[in-house]
């Protein structure tokens, strides 16, 4: 699996930004996508998933919520996060990934794909 981000850059405080993120390769095995952010200095955290099959069930982190919208359009393999009110806190790199789960007798085992980071910066 590939992923290949894009839509970052600069935005001002309270304004917008959308990220999208398509994936390659063998894409009928991805269980979720979702898009991760990392600040210098500090560990990538989880932003918001979607599961691309069936109900399209979503996560966000608590920042997130209310503020950013994650979405997918699995005909073309895609996922795409809009972001309204952004925060100068909001700045980092932001990774897409994409989750395949296989099913094995004794546990699951959790493969995980990361695209280039995409740098969004927000300013005051």
């Known amino acids: 699996v590939q992923l290949q981000a894009s839509g970052g850059g600069l935005a001002q405080a309270g304004g917008s930004l959308r990220l999208s993120c398509v994936a390659s390769?063998?894409?009928?095995?991805?269980?979720?996508m979702g898009w991760y952010r990392q600040t210098p200095g500090k560990e990538r955290e989880l932003v918001a998933a979607?599961?691309?099959?069936?109900?399209?069930?979503?996560n966000y982190a608590d920042f997130a919520k209310d503020r950013f919208t994650i979405s997918r359009d699995t005909a073309n393999s895609m996922v795409h996060l809009r972001m309204d009110d952004l925060k100068p806190e909001d700045t980092a790199v932001y990774y897409c990934?994409?989750?395949?789960?296989?099913?094995?007798?004794?546990?699951?085992?959790?493969?995980?794909?990361w695209g280039q980071g995409t740098l969004v910066t927000v300013s005051s």
């Open positions: 390769g063998s894409v009928s095995t991805i269980n979720a």
């Open positions: 979607i599961v691309m099959s069936g109900y399209a069930m979503t």
């Open positions: 990934n994409a989750v395949r789960i296989v099913v094995r007798p004794d546990e699951p085992q959790r493969f995980d794909y």
